[in-house]
């Protein structure tokens, strides 16, 4: 089959040929002070996409990622998984083993963007992700249900966001993380402008708010956008959320280090919100991973309980202080190098 990227694009994730820019919350940043950042970020994941859909082999995808700022990786290999998804498709194995093959390749290194992007995909097809589960890590593999809520926000702005509709028939660590998706949407479609995004929070069911407020904070240190005093405003904002938001700003900084892609927005978001350095933040998050036991009968439980783990810990640091993170199994203590991919491998 012969692949026309921008127009399977339009077709379906319902995104013009004119990209992003094109969306009507797209038009609508365009004003806004954080615009170049978001709508970049939106970009590289359509040429993520569209390169997928037009090639789709390896070496086609790797050469365009190569091409990219670092900084912009994770955002194009959400579109490469989400292609790698929908290319496959209706051959739902097929698909799930593709998906594997490319994030085993980085090593894991991209693992929660690249689940992301396969969730994103699962709701273009009219899908649910759950047949991808089995493929993936049993502690990541429920990010997929955060692409899917992103992509119900992003696509479908009014019902979604503006009007707090939720999508039914889903386990409750599948809707946890679906609201993590949301969340990150309402991060790019209130322009990453604090006061709007509380604002808009505040209009959902106070059930769904622990699980949005999490998306928002992932949003913050991974996509970033305000300064340190806007995001601090963000964790007033919180209230008694702020567990949730320092949960998702811990695993923006796990992606962020794990990746070797820091930036100076991922140590705003993390000094602000989580009273930590990116590394300690990681840090924490892998530790709590290599103490969470999976049983392969209930790795929902177990995906719960790696939440509930981070969780205490980052009440800890909101608490008492910052806490002497223990070190890592691998040796590598609090402090260590920037690209410090030995120390917070996620083992596969």
């Not at 899908?127 to 890590?137: A, E, G, I, N």
């Not at 707090?164 to 790019?188: C, N, Q, S």
């Not at 929070?201 to 991974?222: C, S």
């Not at 796990?254 to 919100?273: I, K």
Request: net charge positive.
């Amino acid at each position: 089959m012969i692949w026309n990227g921008t127009l399977w694009r339009a077709l379906l994730l319902g995104v013009p040929i004119d990209g992003v820019d094109a969306l009507p919350w797209g038009r609508a940043l365009a004003a806004g002070d954080h615009a170049d950042r978001l709508l970049g970020i939106g970009r590289a994941f359509l040429l993520g996409y569209d390169t997928t859909l037009m090639d789709g082999s390896h070496r086609g995808i790797e050469r365009t990622l190569a091409l990219l700022d670092p900084h912009q990786v994770g955002f194009a290999r959400e579109g490469v998984a989400m292609g790698l998804v929908v290319r496959a498709f209706p051959r739902r194995q097929s698909g799930a083993e593709r998906l594997g093959r490319f994030i085993r390749a980085a090593e894991g290194r991209w693992a929660l963007l690249d689940h992301i992007g396969a969730g994103f995909a699962c709701g273009s097809l009219g899908r649910s992700p759950r047949y991808l589960l089995p493929s993936l890590d049993p502690l990541l593999a429920y990010y997929v249900f955060d692409g899917l809520g992103f992509r119900d926000g992003i696509l479908r702005t009014r019902r979604t966001i503006e009007r707090t509709r939720d999508r039914k028939g889903m386990l409750p660590v599948e809707r946890r993380h679906y609201e993590y998706g949301v969340g990150r949407a309402i991060w790019f479609v209130k322009g990453a402008e604090v006061d709007a995004i509380a604002a808009q929070l505040a209009r959902f069911p106070a059930q769904r708010r622990g699980g949005l407020w999490a998306g928002v904070g992932f949003a913050a240190a991974y996509a970033g956008g305000p300064d340190e005093r806007a995001l601090g405003r963000l964790k007033i904002a919180a209230g008694m959320h702020v567990d949730d938001l320092v949960f998702g700003c811990t695993m923006g900084c796990y992606q962020r280090v794990v990746a070797g892609s820091q930036v100076a927005h991922t140590a705003h978001a993390s000094s602000a919100l989580g009273g930590a350095q990116p590394h300690e933040l990681a840090e924490l998050a892998l530790t709590e991973m290599r103490a969470t036991s999976v049983d392969s009968s209930a790795p929902d439980e177990a995906a719960e309980d790696f939440r509930r783990r981070v969780t205490r810990r980052v009440t800890a640091l909101r608490t008492k202080g910052k806490e002497r993170f223990r070190p890592s199994s691998t040796g590598v203590g609090v402090g260590a190098s920037t690209d410090p991919w030995g120390a917070y491998a996620r083992p596969t």
